[in-house]
């Protein structure tokens, strides 16, 4: 079960998860990757979107984005008009301009509560989740990806 799951579950009224898109300039689809998945999103399937997405990271191009639509059943005409609005463009950079200011290099990046986590391990994320309980912090996981 991924990690995100895993932590959701064990926390389900004390954490939320943030996603930031963070299409790294070095991928050639990530910026088309991360407007499909947020155009996904709009017919709710943003995450069997985004995970479809990692799953064929290395093969991704127009054609395997087409073959998601039609695996996960979306509205193809409007999944097609969705990828293109301004706004999810205007999300995106402005995510990414977040992540710049945070000095994200590489995705995926968590941080919980503000702070950068570098051992990802479920135990770490656990203690780590526990000690800003205990601290009577916000409880927010952000992680930047695509």
Known sequence: MPLFEQLLIK???KVKLVYKNYPLPSHKYAVQAAMAALAAGLQGKFWEFHDALYKNYNRL???K???IV???GLDETQFNQDKRSPQLA???RQDWEE???LGI???PTLFINGKKVKNRSIKNMEALIDEQLKAGKTKE???AGQ
């Open 61 to 63: 191009d127009d054609q």
């Open 105 to 107: 290099r590489g995705t």
């Open 99 to 101: 992540g710049k200011q």
């Open 70 to 72: 039609l695996q996960l």
């Open 141 to 143: 996981i952000k992680a």
């Open 11 to 13: 926390y389900p009224d």
């Open 90 to 92: 205007a999300r995106i």
């Open 65 to 67: 984005v087409q073959e």
